[in-house]
């Protein structure tokens, strides 16, 4: 008979969370999961945000390898091509079970869409492309799925208040839960990977509302307790994260504005000032003001964002800047790389030494706005579009490419939100699973050749991920 594996995905789940609750005897399940198995720190990747990390951890590749390093690419007229599952690089480790005639289900995972075919199931995950496109594995199964009203990912994220933002995500994710427990029942799996997605209620109350956090693992527990059940007491179980959370940034630092100050980037006449529409949308905030408080958000941030495709002088342009949170992206306005390039391959390496001195010297209030840098060159070997210079923030600083007055700006108390750190969980137990507690800290490229050797797979040479002995 062959092995059975659940795995169970938790964006942005941290053991800065779990680990108080379950000494409080909040996460009977988890907590079940940490006595009788294995569990340590995962961490993430360079930037660690859903569509980089979880290619990571489904091929066992760096960013680099894969080609996912952001939400987006630029291409050579400056304009941004979103990142889909067609631009991984390589195969996911499903792809090595179902050769092996393993039969897979995949929830729900971020960044696998478009659905392909594989020994088993595929339901496309977050970043939601709606549900009026094909997002399944076989086509018909999308039809099952409309019938109980399944849903991607959530919308009008923005214009709803607090408790309905809540209500939506729980009831989304329940769904998920539902839908999971029904293709268990009813279909022959191997293999079941499902991701949730509570992450978003982590961003929106972390500050505010730890009770609501709480809240949130708890009723996951109570989904994971609820799945490992379904799947019976032969199953094997890993519950892991992308990345964990809980970074709050004090400052806001203005990358291009920086950039333009030590001229290397010139806009096009775009000075932005204290928009007197940034209060009217605290107001429209304060009074929970819907659909208008949304419109106003959308108007701000078309005002304040560059379109690098229309705002700035590229021939007056040496570079230009990305963030991701707590990573920093450099691109040089190479000649050849874009259509407007001014930046020949005999300056290329002058230009980013003074850009990478200023930067890791550059501090506000006496802190270090920057950590580390490194050339993209050699972290991203080989991809055409990536980055000439890549650098960790300094956690005091949220970075931003909006084009500000200033490049340092604090950000109000009330406005603080928390954003991604580094490390996420990894926890595995079953009948398969050796009871260790605790290890030292793994990589998120770790998971796939793990569960290749659950399975008896060789690890593929081009991974770089090693096998987790569990």
Same mark, same amino acid.
């Given at each position: 008979?062959?092995?059975?594996? +659940? ?29 009788? &198995? ?48 067609? @631009? ?10 179902? *050769? ?38 076989? *086509?018909?199964? /999308? ?8 849903? #991607? ?5 923005? *214009? ?29 799996? @191997? ?34 307790? !609820? ?18 959370? &809980? ?30 529409? @940034? ?33 700035? !002088? ?17 691109? +040089? ?11 020949? /391959? ?24 920057? !950590? ?11 991809? *055409? ?6 650098? /960790? ?12 007055? !200033? ?43 793990? #569960? ?16 987790? /002995?569990?």
């Amino acid at each position: 008979m062959r092995k059975k594996l +659940l795995v169970i995905g938790i964006d942005g789940a941290t053991f800065d969370v779990i680990k108080p609750m379950v000494k409080e005897g909040k996460l009977p399940t988890i907590a079940k999961l940490m006595k009788e &198995g294995i569990y340590s720190e995962l961490f993430s990747t360079y930037p660690s945000v859903t569509c980089t990390a979880w290619p990571s951890l489904t091929t066992g590749k760096n960013p680099g390898k894969h080609g996912i390093i952001d939400w987006h690419y630029y291409r050579k007229d400056y304009t941004e091509h979103f990142y889909n599952g067609e @631009d991984i690089r390589g195969k996911r480790f499903w792809d090595y079970l179902s *050769e092996m005639n393993i039969k897979c289900f995949i929830i729900n995972v971020p960044i696998t869409y478009p659905p392909y075919k594989i020994n088993g199931i595929m339901i496309s995950g977050f970043p939601s492309v709606g549900e009026k496109v094909q997002f399944t594995y076989p *086509e018909e199964l /999308k039809e099952e799925l409309m019938k109980d009203n399944y849903e #991607i990912d959530s919308v009008n994220r923005q *214009e709803i208040s607090d408790r309905d933002f809540f209500r939506q995500i729980i009831h989304l994710e329940e769904k998920r839960k539902n839908v999971s427990i029904k293709l268990m029942k009813n279909k022959k799996w @191997d293999m079941f990977f499902v991701v949730f997605r509570p992450e978003p209620l982590q961003n929106r109350f972390w500050v505010t509302n730890m009770k609501a956090i709480e809240k949130v693992y708890e009723i996951t527990d109570r989904q994971i307790s !609820e799945l490992i059940e379904c799947a019976g007491e032969n199953t094997d179980i890993i519950v892991l994260s992308d990345h964990g959370f &809980g970074r709050t940034p004090k400052y806001n630092f203005y990358l291009n504005r920086w950039l333009a100050d030590n001229r290397y980037m010139k806009m096009i006449g775009k000075k932005n000032k204290k928009l007197p529409i @940034d209060k009217m949308y605290r107001i429209l905030v304060k009074l929970g003001l819907g659909r208008l408080k949304y419109l106003a958000g959308k108007k701000i941030r078309s005002m304040r964002f560059i379109n690098y495709s229309k705002d700035v !002088e590229w021939e007056k342009s040496a570079c230009f800047g990305r963030c991701s949170e707590e990573t920093g992206f450099i691109y +040089l306005n190479k000649t050849g790389r874009f259509d407007r390039g001014i930046v020949n /391959k005999e300056n290329v390496e002058k230009i980013k030494n003074e850009i990478k001195n200023k930067l890791i010297n550059l501090k506000y209030k006496g802190l270090k706005v920057i !950590e580390k840098i490194w050339d993209g060159k050699e972290t991203y070997h080989g991809l *055409e579009v990536a980055p000439d210079l890549i650098f /960790k923030i300094n956690g005091e600083f949220r970075g931003l490419e909006v084009y500000e007055n !200033e490049q340092f700006v604090e950000i109000p108390k009330k406005d603080r939100k928390s954003w991604h750190e580094f490390e996420g969980i990894f926890i595995a137990a079953g009948p398969s699973i050796k009871k260790i507690g605790e290890i030292e800290q793994k990589k998120i490229v770790d998971i796939a050749p793990t #569960i290749l050797d659950f399975y008896k797979i060789k690890t593929p040479k081009d991974m770089d991920g090693r096998t987790i /002995k569990i």
